[in-house]
C-alpha cells in the first residue's frame, strides 16, 4: 500500500514562499489523481490542488495564481509551491493519492505570519 510522507512546512512571513514535497512509498504513476489539501484549527479540509494522471491541474479559488502543483513521477513526488502566501493560508497540509486507492500523508504543518 501506498504511504505518503510529506515535508516542506515552517513558519513564513506573508509575502513569503515555501514549498511542500509529498514522497510517496510506490510509484505514483497510475495514480489517478493526487492532490494537496489543508485543514485549518476548528475547520474542515479542504482542496487546494490536484493533479490527475493526465496531467490535468485544478485549484481553490483562493490560492489561484499563488500556487502551484507539480509531480515528478521519477521521484514519485508531488510537489506543491506556494507563493504571496497570506496569514489566511495557515493550516496543516495533507498530501492525497487517489484511485485506485485512497491514502493520506501525515500532514505538514504550515504557519504564516502577518
Known amino acids: 500500500q501506498v504511504q505518503l510522507v510529506e515535508s516542506g512546512g515552517g513558519l513564513v512571513q506573508a509575502g513569503g514562499s515555501l514549498r511542500l514535497s509529498c514522497t510517496a512509498s510506490?510509484?505514483?504513476?497510475?495514480?489517478?489523481?493526487m492532490g494537496w489539501y489543508r485543514q485549518a484549527p476548528g475547520k474542515q479540509r479542504d482542496m487546494v490542488a490536484t493533479?490527475?494522471?493526465?496531467?490535468?491541474?485544478n485549484y481553490a479559488d483562493s490560492v489561484k495564481g499563488r500556487f502551484t502543483i507539480s509531480r515528478d513521477t521519477a521521484k514519485n513526488t508531488v510537489y506543491l509551491q506556494m507563493s504571496s502566501l497570506k496569514p489566511e493560508d495557515t493550516a496543516v497540509y495533507y498530501c492525497?493519492?487517489?484511485?485506485?486507492?485512497?491514502?493520506w500523508g501525515q500532514g505538514t504543518e504550515v504557519t504564516v505570519s502577518s
Open positions: 492525497n493519492a487517489f484511485g485506485p486507492v485512497n491514502r
Open positions: 510506490t510509484s505514483i504513476f497510475r495514480i489517478a489523481r
Open positions: 493533479i490527475t494522471i493526465g496531467g490535468n491541474t
